[in-house]
């Protein structure tokens, strides 16, 4: 979240011609936009800072396509075993995201909290089965509990009437 605007980081060719972030999101004009983005910057931002880009991020977007609906995903847990960060981190980044979308009261802003789908029963750290070797990355066999609830939370916000209605008036 840090640094998505780095074009020397990344440039996205959806239209055949190399674009930023927030020019290919202009050029895509996506009716929904998930964003999962976080877990790199843990370590090297505060949570105050994390929280802070994702708002910004978000009115970027916003500015790009304003009809879009916007799903702001927290970031997963790590492993217990897992040494790349304190999960309390993670944590203290995802209480920011969800006080951000509560603020912002925005009817197309959803959270997801990819966070709560993903997590054990100790409540802190990422179920069995749901990371990679590493404690990090997600594993395959977590995708499709993920996609499932993404699916109650869009239907808890009218999201796919929403869509049709944005798609009805491009």
Known sequence: MRNYSDTSLFMF?????????????????????????????VNLIDAQTYTANYKEFIQKAKQQVPDCVMVAATITPISAAS??????????????????????????????????????????????????????????????KLLDNLAVRLDQYSAKDKIEQIESKR
């Open 83 to 144: 040494n790349f960060t304190d999960i309390n981190k993670i944590r203290a980044c995802n209480d920011g995201v969800k006080k951000l979308v509560e603020e912002m009261n925005d009817p197309n802003v959803i959270l997801f909290d990819a966070y709560s789908v993903i997590v054990g029963d100790d409540g802190m750290y990422s179920a069995p089965n749901t990371t990679g070797p590493d404690g990090i990355h997600l594993s395959g066999a977590c995708y499709q």
């Open 13 to 41: 060719d959806p239209t055949g011609t190399s674009l930023s972030m927030m020019d290919a999101i202009k050029a895509v004009r996506p009716s929904l936009l998930y964003i999962s983005m976080g877990m790199n910057d």
